[in-house]
């Protein structure tokens, strides 16, 4: 069935380092989402790319959707203590009106 | 983004007891989604909800154990049957709703969670 992957599990960073996040769906997307989960938090939204090779800026977020529309990547730029949270990539089921996410990656900051 | 008020926010229940959870959102949406969220796992959708008919579920889980209610468009509950230790873990809601700006795109939007333990 469909999957989709996410590497990291898991990065513990010093503060003012950068962090990147990878996804990887067995098939074709049309769009990718990510959501940010703060320790005890609910899941939030942050974007959604819909494009091929679209690139989403956030302040220190940078989002990308690659091109065959199967992967895509969240960098952070100068991590601060305010990024720690779980990070999690989601796509579109290829049936049903629902989201497969992905594992998650944890994001740990050093300060 | 919507606004979902989920509660109760966390319990502790007896084996073998049920526990309702409710959702209500602060407008009329078509879908409504149960997730469940165990201890540094994933998302795992348990259920999505229309209004009018009977919830769809997914590989794992079913009516019986977890019944849904969909009365009107704005409001779901979610029980939790007979419940065993299995059970403890963090039960979301969440719609769907477009960036009232358009800017960030279509997103789930979750409630807060139920953080249930069962003893």
């Known amino acids: 069935g469909q999957q989709v992957m996410q590497i990291p599990q898991y990065q513990h960073v010093q503060e003012g380092e950068d962090f990147t996040t990878y996804c990887n769906s067995s098939?074709?997307?049309?769009?990718i989402q990510w959501y940010k989960q703060r320790p005890g938090g609910h899941p939030v939204f942050l974007i959604q790319?819909?494009?091929?090779?679209e690139v989403k800026k956030q302040k220190r977020l940078t989002f990308q959707f690659g091109e065959a529309k199967k992967n895509s990547s969240l960098h952070i730029t100068a991590t601060q203590t305010t990024d720690v949270g779980t990070y999690f990539c989601a796509g579109p089921a290829e049936y049903g009106n629902k989201l497969v996410f992905g594992a998650g990656t944890i994001l740990r900051v050093k300060s | 983004s919507a606004v979902i008020s989920q509660k109760p926010s966390r319990d502790i229940c007896q084996r073998g007891t049920s526990l309702t959870i409710q959702c209500q959102v602060d407008?009329?949406?078509?879908?409504m989604f149960w997730y469940r969220q165990q201890p540094g796992q994933s998302l795992t959708l348990i259920a999505t909800a229309n209004q009018g008919s009977e919830a769809t579920y997914e590989s794992g889980f079913v009516i019986d154990k977890f019944p849904i209610s969909r009365p009107n468009l704005t409001f779901s509950t979610l029980t939790v049957s007979n419940m065993s230790p299995e059970d403890s873990s963090i039960y979301l809601c969440?719609?769907?709703?477009?960036?009232?700006?358009?800017?960030?795109?279509?997103?789930?939007?979750f409630g807060s969670g139920t953080r249930l333990t069962v003893v």
């Open positions: 098939t074709t997307l049309s769009n």
């Open positions: 790319l819909v494009k091929s090779g």
């Open positions: 407008s009329q949406v078509t879908m």
């Open positions: 969440s719609v769907v709703r477009r960036d009232r700006e358009s800017k960030l795109g279509y997103g789930y939007t």
